[in-house]
């Protein structure tokens, strides 16, 4: 039995134990029946009014819980519309109180979700509206009034850091376009003048908007100022180059050079402005120095002459360079020409320069070549030799290379212009394969003469005889130590009497003689003058040999030939 039933039974027993309180009470003091009767239902109906009125405040209860149900129902239902929620599932088999009670907390919960929402969504849309007047750019496209998803305030926020990364990255270029500005500005002496240039140089960082229009116009403005400044710069220098060519064809004085340094460095108005009256007054110079200059010119002309190795004929086809008189018209005419070389070497720089490299080259080479055949270069210590060899080795394996490439520059440059690549009037490649030629023709020639000095030179000693120096390490003048004398066959023999040979052994030399050719028969009739060696006249070739043995006996120093042999 519930509670509830116990204490209603209890009001019944208080109610009976009352109303028979009532009748003994009535009784002790004898009101009659009727009296009695009227009391009780007076009782009666104050215990009924009681009950009716308890009733029905507890019937608006139940009133109020319902209707309190049916509000809070529909004002849940709009908020899982507006936050876009699936339906809350109601339980089932629950009093009423117990379903108003949960409806109640949820249609809370939903109230403070939606506030959260609308929160955040103002905090973003602040934010969105002061990116948007700083970087001059559109709203987002939210409505301030509709409750967001938690997916469009994620976007939204996403959207927020991408203005903000926006605005970080347009101030720092900002900034950044700003000095370089101020600089160029500075370095142009240039005062701003439009209302644009203004804000940018003058006003406050944080009040310039970051538009993509106004980042785009500093970018233009940077442009324009780099120009600018690289026309003064390239007219400066144009500017520099003319004085410092009549500073030279005029032999001004360093001092005076000096004196204008300081606006042959900086590239600033007032450095161009002087650079040009300095033009104009070497130009005025130059018009009363006509002939120094003329000569100047021409000394300039003939260094770009071997530069473009130009033939005899291209060089005597300019006819002002021999003209004797003086004159501002030849002077023009002087510089004319001297321009149209300058820019015909530096249209054909790389050429000219691969044809330099060539004939440097070439001449090492023939130095080296020319080297490689000198016999003293063996005497010559510190390791050059071997330098020199592998120098000649390079050389013989680069300059095939170094042709190779310029025939390729030169058959592109001919393909090209429709003309040939002529160098001193003939085509470089013609001119390298005849230096080869005679490089080849020479070497055969040396190796001729070197034959036929050979085949002469054994001639010689066969007739005359030869000396023949053993190898030594090391000349010993100072003290002399005998020696063995050396055999040449094993059927020579050495005989200090014998007049047909004779041998000497002098410090590792050894003199040999052939047999000299007998005389006719008549000859012995003939009255003669012996010598004292055999009988015989001496030969002046092989009295200069023993000349020479016999100076090398004394200490002086021998020039015998290497032996050869027999």
């Given amino acids: 039995m519930r509670k509830s039933e116990v204490l209603a039974a209890e009001a019944v027993t208080c109610l009976n134990k009352a109303l028979c309180h009532l009748k003994d009470i009535w009784?002790?003091?004898?009101?009659?029946?009727?009296?009695?009767?009227?009391?009780?239902?007076?009782?009666k109906n104050h215990i009924k009014s009681l009950l009716e009125m308890m009733i029905k405040e507890e019937e608006s209860?139940?009133?109020?819980?319902?209707?309190?149900?049916?509000?809070?129902?529909?004002?849940?239902?709009?908020l899982y519309l507006e936050l876009q929620l699936p339906v809350f599932e109601e339980e089932t088999g629950i009093t009423v109180l117990q379903q108003e009670k949960n409806i109640r907390t949820q249609v809370e919960a939903l109230l403070k979700e939606k506030a959260q929402r609308m929160q955040q969504l103002k905090d973003l849309l602040?934010?969105?509206?002061?990116?948007?007047?700083?970087?001059?750019?559109?709203?987002?496209?939210?409505?301030?009034?509709?409750?967001?998803?938690?997916?469009?305030?994620?976007?939204?926020?996403?959207?927020?850091?991408?203005?903000?990364?926006?605005?970080?990255?347009?101030?720092?270029?900002?900034?950044?376009?700003?000095?370089?500005?101020?600089?160029?500005?500075?370095?142009?002496?240039?005062?701003?003048?439009?209302?644009?240039?203004?804000?940018?140089?003058c006003e406050d960082e944080d009040s310039f908007?970051?538009?993509?229009?106004?980042?785009?116009?500093?970018?233009?403005?940077?442009?324009?100022?780099?120009?600018?400044?690289?026309?003064?710069?390239?007219?400066?220098?144009a500017h520099r180059e003319q004085i410092q060519r009549l500073w030279d064809r005029l032999?001004?004085?360093?001092?005076?050079?000096?004196?204008?340094?300081?606006?042959?460095?900086?590239?600033?108005?007032?450095?161009?402005?002087?650079?040009?009256?300095?033009?104009?007054?070497?130009?005025?110079?130059?018009?009363?120095?006509?002939?120094?200059?003329?000569?100047?010119?021409?000394?300039?002309?003939?260094?770009?002459?071997?530069?473009?190795?130009?033939?005899?004929?291209?060089?005597?086809?300019?006819?002002?360079?021999?003209?004797?008189?003086?004159?501002?018209?030849?002077?023009s005419l002087h510089e004319a020409e001297i321009q149209r070389l300058k820019q015909h070497y530096e249209d054909h720089r790389e050429l000219f320069e691969g044809v330099h490299q060539w004939e440097d080259s070439w001449r090492l080479f023939l130095q080296l070549e020319k080297k490689a055949n000198d016999p003293t270069r063996f005497t010559n210590r510190g390791g050059n030799l071997l330098k020199e060899e592998k120098q000649r080795s390079d050389l013989h394996k680069s300059l095939p290379k170094l042709e190779k490439k310029l025939k390729a520059q030169m058959d592109a440059w001919e393909s090209e212009q429709g003309r040939e690549f002529l160098v001193k009037g003939e085509k470089f490649l013609?001119?390298?394969?005849?230096?080869?030629?005679?490089?080849?023709?020479?070497?055969?020639?040396?190796?001729?003469?070197?034959?036929?000095?050979?085949?002469?030179?054994?001639e010689e000693d066969m007739l005359y005889g030869t000396a023949v120096r053993t190898p030594s390490k090391r000349r010993l003048l100072a003290t002399q130590t005998p020696t063995k004398s050396r055999k040449f066959n094993a059927t020579s023999s050495i005989s200090s009497?014998?007049?047909?040979?004779?041998?000497?052994?002098?410090y590792g030399g050894t003199l040999c003689r052939s047999p000299a050719l007998r005389p006719p028969l008549s000859a012995n009739k003939a009255p003669a003058s012996r010598t004292p060696g055999g009988g015989r006249p001496h030969n002046p070739r092989l009295q200069g040999c023993n000349k020479e043995n016999e100076a090398q006996l004394k200490g002086g120093p021998a020039s015998a030939r290497p032996f050869q042999g027999l």
């Fill in 61 to 78: 209860l139940r009133t109020r819980l319902i209707s309190s149900i049916q509000s809070c129902r529909t004002e849940m239902e709009q």
């Fill in 209 to 237: 908007c970051l538009s993509g229009d106004n980042i785009m116009s500093l970018k233009l403005l940077v442009c324009q100022l780099e120009e600018q400044k690289a026309e003064n710069e390239a007219r400066c220098e």
């Fill in 251 to 331: 032999a001004v004085p360093q001092e005076e050079r000096e004196a204008f340094n300081e606006h042959m460095v900086a590239s600033r108005r007032r450095n161009l402005e002087a650079l040009r009256v300095e033009v104009q007054r070497l130009e005025e110079l130059k018009r009363l120095n006509v002939c120094n200059v003329t000569e100047a010119i021409r000394a300039e002309i003939a260094v770009f002459w071997e530069k473009c190795f130009l033939s005899t004929d291209q060089r005597e086809a300019f006819a002002p360079y021999f003209s004797e008189v003086f004159t501002e018209e030849l002077l």
């Fill in 27 to 43: 009784e002790e003091i004898g009101i009659p029946e009727d009296q009695r009767l009227q009391r009780t239902n007076v009782v």
């Fill in 497 to 506: 009497g014998a007049s047909n040979s004779t041998s000497r052994s002098v």
């Fill in 126 to 201: 602040e934010q969105d509206q002061d990116l948007c007047d700083v970087l001059c750019s559109a709203p987002y496209g939210i409505h301030p009034d509709f409750v967001p998803t938690p997916e469009q305030l994620e976007s939204f926020s996403q959207h927020i850091a991408n203005q903000n990364a926006e605005k970080a990255r347009r101030y720092a270029e900002f900034m950044d376009l700003k000095q370089r500005i101020i600089l160029y500005m500075g370095e142009l002496d240039h005062v701003p003048e439009t209302s644009f240039e203004k804000d940018v140089v």
């Fill in 430 to 458: 013609a001119y390298v394969e005849e230096q080869w030629e005679l490089h080849r023709v020479d070497k055969e020639k040396e190796k001729q003469e070197r034959h036929l000095k050979k085949s002469k030179q054994t």
